[in-house]
């Protein structure tokens, strides 16, 4: 990639986009060798991994784990009166944040899928879906009891607050610039769908002519809005790691993704 864009020419007026900063280093090497090689200085591309490229767009700030944890807990403590304590809900808080994580980076409509949760929780037991291991870290959650009725009851009580609770946590983050990566992802999917790209990236990134996104793999649902608006508009260009034959046997699960990204 860095040979064909450096013999390509006016690199400095590209932004290249890359799955993470390891990848981003090695780019940077074999970039600094060919301008090396050839003796003539050139000013530097702009770089970025797919994180930071993402927040940077959103114009949101990354809020850190503590944060987040601190943040949802609040949220939590204002729609359960009987909330346990911090330190009880850290283990259930972090998977909170991975399922809202999730929910956004997919586009997923938070209103019916938490309400389908909840309603599968009541119609089954919890020992009848979860493993040994899941129900005895739901008893450290929610304490001891005497019966497992009791602990349906109790366990019923997170679900039943989830899409307020998804609601009112990202409402507080909101309030102070903050969010997680799937809230800033889908915030920027959705100016995508509203603005136009080329408006959204002169703003967050100046002069930059073209987005080279180099190596990506599985992408969320919201990178492929965004994505695809890129392209629609003439801004981005992608890199597939799609070369070798091995790579695009159809029975090769590797091609799974790739082939459809290809094709599109």
């Not at 390891?22 to 530097?44: D, I």
């Not at 349906?152 to 983050?173: C, G, Q």
Request: proline content about 2%; some cysteine; glycine content about 4%.
């Amino acid at each position: 990639v860095a040979e064909h864009y450096y013999a390509a020419g006016h690199i400095e007026g590209k932004c290249f986009v890359f799955p993470n900063r390891r990848a981003l280093t090695f780019f940077k090497k074999y970039l600094s060798e060919k301008v090396k090689a050839a003796g003539v200085p050139v000013f530097a591309p702009q770089l970025s991994a797919i994180d930071d490229f993402l927040f940077h767009a959103s114009s949101l700030r990354q809020a850190d784990r503590i944060c987040l944890l601190l943040e949802l807990y609040e949220s939590y403590r204002s729609l359960n009166r009987e909330a346990e304590p911090l330190d009880d809900f850290i283990f259930w808080g972090d998977v909170l944040l991975g399922d809202f994580d999730d929910v956004d980076k997919y586009l997923i409509d938070p209103a019916g899928i938490f309400t389908n949760i909840a309603q599968f929780k009541e119609m089954q037991k919890p020992e009848e879906y979860l493993t040994d291991n899941q129900l005895n870290a739901i008893r450290e959650f929610i304490g001891h009891f005497e019966n497992d009725g009791e602990i349906k009851r109790e366990f019923r009580k997170i679900w039943d607050i989830l899409y307020d609770l998804y609601v009112d946590f990202r409402s507080r983050l909101s309030d102070r610039g903050l969010s997680y990566q799937g809230m800033a992802y889908r915030s920027l999917a959705d100016r995508f769908s509203s603005e136009a790209a080329s408006d959204i990236i002169s703003e967050r990134f100046g002069a930059c002519e073209k987005i080279v996104f180099v190596g990506l793999n599985a992408l969320t649902e919201c990178e492929k809005r965004i994505f695809s608006k890129l392209r629609d508009a003439g801004i981005a260009e992608f890199c597939w790691d799609y070369s070798s034959e091995w790579i695009k046997d159809a029975d090769n699960k590797s091609s799974f993704f790739l082939s459809k990204y290809v094709e599109t």
